[in-house]
T-cell receptor, first 113, second 115 residues
């Protein structure tokens, strides 16, 4: 089975800190995604990547950046964390552009104080 | 842009009952996928069922079935003989067939199955 691993299940940070959320997949998937989940809003796409060193903005990219230096790893970066970035962050991957099946990690609950 | 709407924030039924979760969407695309995902307390998103828009036949997976009405842009999920393990958040999602492979999610419905 495909495994998508997010490095932290819970994370507490202070406003203004630089925060890294890490995601690793073990099945050589080309596509990787970062979503944010908030009550009443569902999941919203922050950034996605189709290949190494390639990234595209999703629907809510403001305040975030990403890095994909290796195919298996996709990092979400909060340059200066703010309280409105307190949320659940979910990473996902899929095999390639024509494959619609996404595999999700278990999420990182981030609290910014 | 595509939007997905789930109008039922919470639902609760007794074990063994049948329950239907509603989902509507808006798109100008003709070919696309629709999905129902389940998120139990473990937070792991699990694909329940998917439907290709070009298929008229409604998808079925064991106790889970959909009612796909393309003209009405409606995609409801029916859970038959509900079980305690069905308790979870359920998300309806849309994906275009062509272009960027992004899932657009609804707001979610929290389903509780009572013993």
């Amino acid at each position: 089975d495909v495994k998508v691993t997010q490095s932290s299940r819970y994370l507490v940070k202070r406003t203004g800190e630089k925060v890294f959320l890490e995601c690793v997949q073990d099945m050589d998937h080309e596509n990787m995604f970062w979503y944010r989940q908030d009550p009443g809003l569902g999941l919203r796409l922050i950034y996605f990547s189709y290949d190494v060193k390639m990234k595209e903005k999703g629907d809510i990219p403001e305040g975030y950046s990403v890095s994909r230096e290796k195919k298996e790893r996709f990092s979400l970066i909060l340059e200066s964390a703010s309280t409105n970035q307190t949320s659940m962050y979910l990473c996902a991957s899929s095999l390639h552009a024509t494959n619609e099946k996404l595999f999700f990690g278990s999420g990182t609950q981030l609290s910014v104080l | 842009a595509q939007t997905v709407t789930q109008s039922q924030p919470e639902m609760s039924v007794q074990e063994a009952e049948t329950v239907t979760l509603s989902c509507t969407y808006d798109t100008s695309e003709n070919n696309y996928y629709l999905f129902w995902y389940k998120q139990p307390p473990s937070r792991q998103m699990i694909l329940v069922i998917r439907q290709e828009a070009y298929k008229q036949q409604n998808a079925t997976e064991n106790r889970f079935s959909v009612n796909f009405q393309k003209a009405a842009k409606s995609f409801s999920l029916k859970i038959s003989d509900s079980q305690l393990g069905d308790t979870a958040m359920y998300f309806c999602a849309f994906m275009k067939l062509q272009g960027a492979q992004k899932l657009v999610f609804g707001q979610g419905t929290r389903l509780t199955i009572n013993p």
